[in-house]
T-cell receptor, first 113, second 115 residues
Framework: DTEVTQTPKHLVMGMTNKKSLKCEQHMGHRAMYWYKQKAKKPPELMFVYSYEKLSINESVPSRFSPECPNSSLLNLHLHALQPEDSALYLC????????????FGSGTRLTVV | GNSVTQMEGPVTLSEEAFLTINCTYTATGYPSLFWYVQYPGEGLQLLLKATKADDKGSNKGFEATYRKETTSFHLEKGSVQVSDSAVYFCALKPTGSGGYNKLIFGAGTRLAVHP
């Protein structure tokens, strides 16, 4: 298995809703990442987990809450989002201490109404 | 600080034309360099990489050489196909990013190839 699987592929949510994005990989990668990508822009790093511990939070608003229940799973919990949070949310993983590059998932396209 | 600069797009080419997408970087030490490709509606795929000066990364007919003297990592392909139409991102991993790869992306260059 050489994939990162993200669910759902599309999500529409209201500003008062609570939802979660899920990411799963079975490549034994110990670093996992959340990126946010707006249209026609490069991905922007949000969070990094290394060995299931949060290593980087790029000053992301608290309405985004990451969780890494185990080495294969990464969640992003969403609450009270704003319309400007609409974007493609990408999950990625990589082995630590090596440079093979990331393996990205295909993303969740989120629309906040 | 660390940064990546790519040529602005869109780049529009006819099928079988030669492709160059310029990428230059600013970084201390010896970063690793990457090219990623994003097809419409999809995530990013690693296209090729180079981890030290003078390394050449290659994949699917694409090539890029890590040039430390010019701090560049230009992407080239000898003959593009319509299926190469996508957005291409140059990225670097700074030296000493620790046990995980904190990538810094360029703005992306959109390539459109027409028959």
């Amino acid at each position: 298995d050489t994939e990162v699987t993200q669910t759902p592929k599309h999500l529409v949510m209201g500003m008062t809703n609570k939802k979660s994005l899920k990411c799963e990989q079975h490549m034994g990668h110990r670093a996992m990442y959340w990126y946010k990508q707006k249209a026609k822009k490069p991905p922007e790093l949000m969070f990094v987990y290394s060995y299931e511990k949060l290593s980087i939070n790029e000053s992301v608003p608290s309405r985004f809450s990451p969780e890494c229940p185990n080495s294969s799973l990464l969640n992003l919990h969403l609450h009270a989002l704003q319309p400007e949070d609409s974007a493609l949310y990408l999950c990625a993983s990589s082995p630590p201490f090596r440079d093979p590059g990331y393996t990205f998932g295909s993303g969740t396209r989120l629309t906040v109404v | 600080g660390n940064s990546v600069t790519q040529m602005e797009g869109p780049v529009t080419l006819s099928e079988e034309a030669f492709l160059t997408i310029n990428c230059t970087y600013t970084a201390t030490g010896y970063p690793s360099l990457f090219w990623y490709v994003q097809y419409p509606g999809e995530g990013l795929q690693l296209l090729l990489k180079a981890t030290k000066a003078d390394d050449k990364g290659s994949n699917k007919g694409f090539e890029a050489t890590y040039r430390k003297e010019t701090t560049s990592f230009h992407l080239e392909k000898g003959s593009v196909q319509v299926s190469d139409s996508a957005v291409y991102f140059c990225a670097l991993k700074p030296t000493g990013s620790g046990g995980y790869n904190k990538l810094i992306f360029g703005a992306g260059t959109r390539l459109a190839v027409h028959p």
